[in-house]
């Protein structure tokens, strides 16, 4: 075979894999292209935000819910046995704007996690006819709600949820985010990907966004649904299309930004919680998806690192020429994906010639959450995350 054939045949899945999923991605609809009105009799919409320990978070977060371009808001704070100024600091601003209620989070009950029984908690006490569960470092911008609220009642929806921009600050973050992401867009594509399939183990939500009807969210029981679920947006995006409600997902970078973690330990151990406990949910194929999952977990980061590793290897070691010339063109695509990611996460492109530090601490994640299986930590408590139960169609 032509040795110049034979590397390209080599390097063709660093070629084609990241071009299908771009093309995948493509099909995106933003929030942004809908006009930020909803007409007469705007319905009450309930902004919900769990929060624990979220000092440096929740005024900003609360500061940015008020600012909406909206009519009919409040704002219910769970405190949820912060112990720090998280309460504090939220029953501060309720004193200056009458649309913020703050609540002291009952005792977790056993066999739940604690977000959503903070969330299932803020629903109670919630009066509004739209539900929106919001996370303590999401930023909304001033139409979201509007926009959302303008969404659902076009186009009939019970669900509905944000996939905003990723505000990525310091080195670890740039560096280990993006190929997260690039994992999730990989598995589900872009939003109508995810929209079309008439599959449940395809749908998913991002918990920083997601509104739904009161009456949807009562109809499955609300987060009591996916009470013991470490990945319960998700999980509660496929209960409700379950329940034969409609769910939906849109881009929103110019509508939400959140910054999830702010240091390699942060970093480390948020994924470190979801990518195995959590990602038993996002696996198709039943059973034989979560068998296979730890393997697939490993797989990406090995699939990043051989190129830049035989290319090495080939070149101090020695290897046939076509192997050598096939490493070199992978490792060019692999340079020419990860720029277009990092444009489209708006962060520097220059961090993209240090993929191999992503995928090596991706791996170690993966290695960590592995070993530990269902037993999930997160701020001070602990948890065993049970197998997800549900009826795919």
């Known amino acids: 075979m032509n040795p110049v054939v034979a590397a390209l045949l080599a390097a063709s899945p660093w070629i084609a894999g990241p071009a299908i999923t771009m093309l995948r991605v493509r099909r995106s609809r933003d929030l942004s292209d809908l006009p930020p009105e909803v007409g007469a009799s705007a319905p009450l919409v309930s902004i919900i935000i769990?929060?624990?320990?979220?000092?440096?978070?929740?005024?900003?977060?609360?500061?940015?819910?008020?600012?909406?371009?909206?009519?009919?808001?409040?704002?219910?704070?769970?405190?949820?046995?912060?112990?720090?100024?998280?309460?504090?600091?939220?029953?501060?601003?309720?004193?200056?704007?009458?649309?913020?209620?703050?609540?002291?989070?009952?005792?977790?009950?056993?066999?739940w996690f604690g977000k959503p029984w903070a969330c299932m908690t803020g629903a109670r006490h919630a009066r509004g006819e739209i539900l929106c569960f919001t996370d303590a470092d999401a930023r909304h911008g001033a139409g979201l709600v509007a926009r959302a609220v303008g969404a659902m009642r076009e186009e009939r929806i019970d669900m509905l949820s944000v996939a905003g921009r990723q505000e990525l600050v310091s080195f670890w973050e740039r560096t280990v985010q993006p190929q997260v992401f690039w994992m999730l867009a990989m598995?589900?594509?872009?939003?109508?990907?995810?929209?079309?399939?008439?599959?449940?183990?395809?749908?998913?939500?991002?918990?920083?966004?997601?509104?739904?009807?009161?009456?949807?969210?009562?109809?499955?029981?609300?987060?009591?649904?996916?009470?013991?679920?470490?990945?319960?947006?998700l999980a509660l995006a496929r209960r409700t299309f379950e329940a034969g409600q409609r769910t939906t997902l849109f881009l929103g970078h110019r509508?939400?930004?959140?910054?999830?973690?702010?240091?390699?330990?942060?970093?480390?151990?948020?994924?470190?919680?979801?990518?195995?406990?959590?990602?038993?949910?996002?696996?198709?194929?039943?059973?034989?998806?979560?068998?296979?999952?730890?393997?697939?977990?490993?797989?990406?980061?090995?699939?990043?690192?051989?190129?830049?590793?035989?290319?090495?290897?080939?070149?101090?070691?020695?290897?046939?020429?076509?192997?050598?010339?096939?490493?070199?063109?992978?490792v060019v695509a692999q340079l020419v994906t990860w720029a277009i990611v990092y444009r489209w996460m708006e962060a520097p492109i220059p961090y993209a010639a240090i993929f191999p530090l992503g995928a090596t601490i991706i791996g170690v994640i993966a290695v960590q959450a592995i070993a530990r299986g269902a037993r999930v930590e997160w701020k001070g408590r602990r948890y065993l995350a049970t197998p997800p139960s549900r009826n795919c169609r």
């Not at 005024?59 to 504090?88: F, H, K, M, Q």
């Not at 929209?195 to 998913?204: G, L």
């Not at 039943?286 to 980061?301: E, K, M, S, Y």
Request: net charge negative; proline share 6%.
């Open 50 to 111: 769990p929060a624990r320990d979220e000092q440096r978070n929740i005024e900003s977060c609360l500061r940015a819910a008020l600012g909406a371009a909206y009519p009919a808001i409040e704002v219910v704070v769970v405190d949820d046995r912060s112990s720090d100024a998280t309460g504090d600091l939220a029953r501060a601003v309720a004193r200056e704007d009458h649309r913020v209620r703050v609540i002291d989070n009952p005792d977790l009950p056993e066999g």
């Open 187 to 233: 598995r589900y594509g872009g939003t109508e990907s995810v929209n079309r399939s008439t599959r449940s183990e395809d749908k998913i939500a991002n918990g920083q966004c997601i509104f739904m009807r009161r009456d949807a969210y009562d109809a499955i029981g609300g987060h009591a649904a996916v009470k013991d679920q470490v990945a319960e947006d």
């Open 255 to 330: 509508e939400l930004t959140t910054r999830m973690y702010t240091s390699l330990a942060e970093v480390m151990a948020g994924w470190r919680k979801n990518m195995f406990a959590g990602g038993r949910e996002s696996m198709p194929w039943g059973r034989f998806g979560r068998i296979v999952l730890p393997a697939l977990l490993l797989v990406a980061p090995l699939m990043t690192l051989l190129p830049p590793l035989a290319l090495v290897g080939g070149a101090l070691f020695g290897a046939p020429p076509w192997l050598v010339l096939g490493s070199a063109i992978a």
